[in-house]
């Protein structure tokens, strides 16, 4: 015969307190997981914005040329400023190539062409120097590191390709990236200098699409 309660509280029986009791710790330490990973948000950002991307990209004209803008985000870290004061350069590789798109696969490559941004430190004088490849090697010198590293980071109106060659209203597209790496040392060199880790690497291609 089961046992049966009137007027008073049903005993609780120890294996139901076992579960209750698992049940109210499962539910503090879920509890406790969704505290962490509010109170911190700048984990995930974080490791975000390490990572270098093109931002900024614009395609506009002169009056005889197809000009593009952009800019590298979060490409100059704490390892290559260490390096680069220990003489080693920095070099930003833009690549580019501009296409005449078409409803099918088969589109045209108009051009294809690099651009470096150099940047060295001469420990004597303690100043940057930064030379742009499609200037001529033309070189600009700072002794201001955000000045450096704007000049390293921006491209500012390079040269695609000469208007006359482009047919109006047709469509194009601009494929476009940038690769960072150490720049070369003379010859046994780099036996002398303390270097950090490799940090060589590239954006993804991004892809900028218009009509002249």
Known sequence: MKA?????????????FHINS???????????????????????????????EIKDIIVTTSDVDLLLFAT????ITPEMLADVKNGIPIVFTFQMELVKTSG????????????THTMTFDEASKQ????????????VTTKNLDEAKQLMTELNGVKVIALAQLVPDAPYAIHFKVT??????PLGLHRFLPISALWDFETDWRTIEFRY
């Open 4 to 16: 049966q309660y009137f007027g008073m509280a049903r005993p609780v029986l120890r294996r139901d």
């Open 22 to 52: 698992m049940r109210l710790f499962n539910i503090r330490l879920l509890l406790l997981c969704g505290f962490l990973v509010l109170a911190s948000p700048c984990l995930t950002p974080a490791s975000a914005e390490e990572t270098p």
């Open 72 to 75: 590298v985000k979060n490409g």
């Open 104 to 115: 099918n696969w088969f589109n045209t490559t108009l051009v294809e062409s690099a651009v």
């Open 128 to 139: 940057y120097t930064v030379v742009f490849s499609d200037q001529g090697n033309k070189a």
């Open 180 to 185: 960072l790496k150490k720049g070369s040392l």
